[in-house]
């Protein structure tokens, strides 16, 4: 058969499959738009790999084996009571106890929170360690809210939450609006009402089972696969201009990453917008962006206070300003196509996913074009869940390791997960990674799925 031919018949089925996806799921825009970009890689690989394609394999993964959804009731500091929606999408534990972050913002929702938890399945097979794959969360925004309020919230949301969960059973952790501070309220919580101390949340502080180097993995994850992608042009960080975004966990552990490997990161951004330090963020500056973000919990506009030289542009995202490479690590479709246009005119040679989804799926087709470097999310980001499956292994061994080991065990992980997104996604001297990512993530979970018969 033809090459277009056989284009043509992967392009009806992929639309056949996403009219059955849509129908299914009405109202979920971010949800579809993670599972086409899955089902473009994976309906040809099945449709040449006829087990999967028998099974209905593909299909099976794209519901949930459950959602949980449920009333939060809590009172702010004057006594008044507020009324929340909680959630936790359990995907798929084939291969491992689901796993996967709560995310607190106001613009959560069961579309978000899926397409979240089908992401987190590919991205943590492909971590090779053994993990299902589920997200949570609220529509409970943090922003503004005093430490007893959050505390107030987090003891009603787990109230309800901590029947769901365990060490065996489901392990959440962090994400958007949900830190440190808040895994410490509702760790808490689950222990008080379970009466029981084990692993059932990860990213726990160092004194109560938390491991060395997770609040760091995400963003350090992401700059690590990047030196994997440059290696393979046999070129490295040094010396290169780099674009963020995000002022959060992941964006301050990507900037101090970059640094250290000699990059020079000049952007970062929130919801506010964005800033442009033509000179360079140092430690010291990065030092500045945290304590805006983790302590006074202000917009970034703060910055030019203590840097004036830098620039604050109000309601715009970095995308416009000439770098080497990108590392977008604040939220889902943060690149939009002419985003991505600018970025590859403007020389942007690398684009390593810190977020989850932010590049449009117009977005990707712009970078696949252009034959650029680019690093999903499930593939980039992986890092952070890795280190989470070693917290579980840690608390049930009763033991912590170095920050050495810990960063050696992550490095390896993301030089992995490079390896196999290169095994199936190498193509004509190029590398889709998309591809790489999502079949490899795809096959373990899918043979798990075929060893354990119809169900
Ligand atoms: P944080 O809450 O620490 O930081 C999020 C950052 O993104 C903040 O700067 C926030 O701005 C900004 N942001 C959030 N929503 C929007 C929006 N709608 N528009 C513009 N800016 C926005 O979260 P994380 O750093 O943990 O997470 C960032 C991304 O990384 C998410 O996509 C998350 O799913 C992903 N991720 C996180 C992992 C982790 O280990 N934490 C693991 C893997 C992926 P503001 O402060 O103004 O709200």
């Known amino acids: 058969m033809s090459t277009t031919t056989s284009e043509t018949r992967f392009t009806t089925h992929i639309n056949d499959f996403m009219d059955m996806v ?30 999967y394609k ?44 689901y796993k996967g972050g709560f995310r607190f913002h106001p613009s959560v929702t069961l ?44 003891q009603a949301f787990m109230t309800e939450m901590y029947r769901h969960i365990g060490a065996d059973v489901d392990v959440p952790a962090g994400d958007i609006g949900v830190g440190a501070r808040e895994i ?41 696969f990047a030196k994997e992608m440059l290696a393979t042009q046999n070129d490295s960080i040094q010396g290169k201009t780099c674009l963020v975004s995000g002022a959060g966990n992941v964006a301050q552990y990507t900037i101090e990453k ?25 430690r010291e500056k990065l030092s500045v962006i945290s304590d805006i973000k983790n302590v006074k919990r202000v917009g970034i506009a703060d910055y030019i206070k203590s840097f004036p030289n830098a620039s604050f542009y109000p309601g715009e995202r970095p995308w416009r300003i000439p770098g080497d490479l990108a590392f977008p690590s604040a939220t889902q479709n943060e690149i939009s196509g002419d985003d991505a246009r600018h970025l590859v005119m403007n020389g942007c040679r690398l684009v390593s996913e810190g977020a989850n989804m932010p590049t449009t799926l117009e977005g ?61 996604g190498q193509e004509d001297g190029f590398i889709d990674y998309v591809k790489g990512a999502n079949i490899a993530g795809f096959i373990k979970v899918a043979d798990a799925l075929l060893a354990y018969g119809t169900l």
């Not at 028998?54 to 809590?74: G, L, N, Q, S, Y």
């Not at 970059?258 to 140092?282: C, K, N, Q, Y």
Request: a neutral charge.
């Open 258 to 282: 970059i640094i250290e490997l000699g990059g020079r990161p000049v952007t970062f951004s929130d919801s506010t917008g964005f800033i442009h330090d033509a000179d360079g963020i140092t």
């Open 111 to 154: 579309g978000t929170l899926k397409f979240l938890g089908f992401e987190q399945v590919l991205k943590n097979s492909l971590t090779t360690l053994p993990l299902g794959g589920a997200k949570g969360g609220s529509d409970f925004d943090p922003k503004g809210r005093s430490d007893n309020e959050v505390m107030r919230f987090c």
């Open 184 to 224: 410490g309220y509702l760790f808490g919580q689950y222990k008080r009402i379970a009466n029981e101390f084990t692993g059932v949340l990860t990213g726990k502080g160092v004194q109560y089972g938390g491991s060395l180097i997770r609040p760091e993995a995400t963003g350090y994850g992401s700059v690590y």
């Open 54 to 97: 028998a099974a209905k394999i593909f299909e099976r993964m794209t519901v949930p084996d459950r959602v949980i959804m449920f009333r939060v009731v809590w009172e702010d500091d004057q006594g008044i009571p507020h009324v929340n929606l909680g959630y936790r999408v359990q995907f798929n534990n084939a291969i491992g106890p």
């Open 364 to 424: 990707i087709e712009v970078f696949r074009q252009a034959k650029i470097l680019f690093a999903p999310g499930k593939a980039a980001n992986a890092g952070g869940v890795a280190i989470s499956g070693l917290e579980m292994t840690q608390n049930s061994m009763r033991l912590s390791w170095t920050r050495d080991e810990v960063d050696a065990k992550l490095q390896e992980i993301m030089a992995r997960i490079h390896t196999q997104c290169v095994e199936y």
């Open 22 to 51: 849509k129908h299914r799921s009405p109202g979920e825009p971010e949800f579809h738009q993670a599972v086409q970009e899955v089902a473009e890689s994976i309906i040809p690989f099945v449709e040449s790999n006829p087990k």
